[in-house]
């Protein structure tokens, strides 16, 4: 089981744009973000005032996929349930920030900035063309 955790970090780390998906008053509701992980916790930076924020508030609840690219048969992705805790850690957001962030917020202390900790409840590897599904052991 250590090579499919390896097998998992390693799609994880390589493909840090994915899908979150939040649960909209009784609807899911899928979006494009981009994350940052230290081993199988997820990070990512968004604008406190989003309805996604508001969704997390009152469900905290998230599913995330990280890995799939179109067209590609027999493609290994990442499929990661769990809870969402948002901070407004400046230690943080300094640790995560990146250059192109600056196109979005008003720099590093702009008052709208969030992180949503993302903490694993079950982290599952796919692939694309077979229909085996691993459990990655998170301990």
Do not use: C
């Not at 609840?61 to 400046?90: H, M, P, R, S």
Request: aromatic fraction near 8%.
């Amino acid at each position: 089981m250590a090579d499919e955790r390896e097998k998992a970090l390693k799609i994880i780390e390589k493909n840090n744009i994915g899908t979150l998906s939040t649960i909209s008053g009784n609807k899911p509701v899928s979006r494009y973000m981009t994350f940052f992980n230290e081993g199988f916790i997820l990070y990512t930076l968004t604008d406190k005032r989003t309805d996604k924020v508001e969704d997390l508030e009152e469900n905290p609840n998230a599913f995330i996929l990280l890995g799939y690219d179109t067209g590609l048969l027999n493609n290994k992705y990442v499929e990661i349930d769990g809870q969402v805790t948002i901070t407004e850690d400046q230690s943080l957001i300094e640790h995560l920030w990146s250059p192109y962030m600056n196109l979005i917020f008003d720099g590093k202390d702009d008052p709208n900035i969030v992180i949503l900790k993302i903490q694993p409840d079950t982290v599952t590897l796919r692939g694309t063309k077979d229909t085996e599904v691993i459990s990655i052991d998170l301990n």
